[in-house]
């Protein structure tokens, strides 16, 4: 488990990537590099407020043992709706 004070999510992914996502430490913060694919549904998560989980590694590997998940850890009452 990783905390960070920002999170990118940088969709520069090509779906020929022998990746299925990649993600690195930049300063105090993460950087995960994904597909439009993944970006696009990552964003339909974000909006319904829906837990999203990012498989990072290889696409040929046996096991994948690292993701990158976005938790809904509470719910808010009162959305800024602007």
Same mark, same amino acid.
């Given at each position: 488990v990783t905390g960070a004070s920002f999170v990118v999510f940088n969709a520069v992914l090509k779906p020929t990537s022998a990746y299925l996502a990649k993600f690195?430490?930049? +300063?105090?913060g993460i950087m995960v590099q994904i597909t439009a694919e993944t970006m696009e549904r990552l964003r339909h998560a974000l909006?319904?407020?829906?837990?999203?989980?990012?498989?990072?590694g290889?696409? +040929?590997a046996e096991y994948l043992t690292e993701y990158?998940?976005?938790v809904w850890v509470y719910e808010d009452e009162k959305p800024n709706i602007g």
């Open positions: 690195s430490i930049v +300063e105090d909006t319904h407020k829906k837990d999203f989980k990012i498989p990072c290889r696409k +040929e990158v998940e976005v």
